[in-house]
């Protein structure tokens, strides 16, 4: 059984910044694309950011490019999210989650349906 953790949530002022950490126990972790998404109280599940294999491939939801950043240790079997110049919009769950399949990709990173395991979140909260 795949197992995500995330870590790094919490409360900060509108234009601060926060570090998401999300280790996977999974061997083939580096054949995954990984994803970040979020869910704000009363709202449905949001893309945020996505990573394929490789480093190189990453897509971000308009709302947070140029703010947020995802990267991935593919040795450490972990995925991060930068998030800078935070609003207070940025305030929800934040869930890690895994694609193993990727059957296609890149048309799918968007789409929670599409990642097989998830992590239980951590909250971002962000005061005006």
């Known amino acids: 059984q795949v197992q995500l953790v995330e870590s790094g949530g919490g409360l900060v002022q509108a234009g601060g910044s926060l570090r998401l950490s999300c280790a996977v126990s999974?061997?083939?972790?580096?054949?995954?694309?990984m994803g970040w998404f979020r869910q704000a109280p009363g709202k449905g599940r949001e893309f945020v950011a996505a990573?394929?294999?490789?480093?190189?491939?990453?897509n971000y939801a308009d709302s947070v490019k140029g703010r947020f950043t995802i990267a991935r240790d593919n040795a450490k079997n972990m995925v991060y999210l930068q998030m800078n110049s935070l609003k207070p919009e940025d305030t929800a769950v934040y869930y890690c989650?895994?694609?193993?399949?990727?059957?296609?990709?890149?048309?799918?990173?968007?789409?929670?349906?599409?990642?097989?395991?998830w992590g239980q979140g951590t909250q971002v909260t962000v005061s005006s």
């Open positions: 989650a895994a694609d193993a399949v990727q059957s296609n990709w890149p048309a799918t990173y968007g789409i929670a349906g599409s990642y097989e395991y």
């Open positions: 999974e061997r083939t972790f580096s054949t995954y694309a």
């Open positions: 990573i394929f294999r490789s480093a190189g491939l990453t």
